[in-house]
């Protein structure tokens, strides 16, 4: 499956912002979809992740409460809605999926986010700016 990154702009702290990943060549189902951001300087970061057969979900600590990540079947697109936006959120965001059949039970979600990452396939992502 590939996916398409967009939604990005330039928004003032305590902003909201909806990101769309629009996913092309087959459904979304039994899929694992991360939700990643790169800050210029710093290291990639696993933000959140999905699991399209129970509907699953996780998100690193520092966006709890604040993003959500949602799917429209009927549009193959997952959503990352990102609300009181902060300045530390300004990153490029990228969204990358693999089939669940990949990642174990048994992995906790930082296991799983790191299996997105590694074996996803990467598109280009979409620019978040937050600045007054």
């Known amino acids: 499956v590939q996916l398409q990154a967009s939604g990005g702009g330039l928004v003032q702290p305590g902003g909201s912002l909806r990101l769309s990943c629009a996913a092309s060549?087959?459904?979304?189902?039994?899929?694992?979809i991360g939700w990643f951001r790169q800050a210029p300087g710093k290291e990639r970061e696993g933000v959140s992740c999905?699991?399209?057969?129970?509907?699953?979900?996780y998100y690193t600590d520092s966006v709890k409460g604040r993003f959500t990540i949602s799917r429209d079947n009927a549009k193959n697109t997952v959503y990352l809605q990102m609300n009181s936006l902060k300045p530390e959120d300004a990153a490029v965001y990228y969204c990358?999926?693999?089939?669940?059949?990949?990642?174990?039970?048994?992995?906790?979600?930082?296991?799983?986010?790191?299996?997105?990452?590694?074996?996803?396939?990467w598109g280009q992502g979409t620019l978040v700016t937050v600045s007054s």
């Open positions: 060549g087959r459904t979304l189902d039994n899929y694992a």
């Open positions: 999905m699991f399209t057969s129970d509907g699953s979900t």
């Open positions: 990358v999926a693999v089939h669940e059949s990949l990642i174990s039970s048994s992995f906790t979600h930082l296991q799983a986010l790191k299996v997105i990452a590694d074996f996803g396939s």
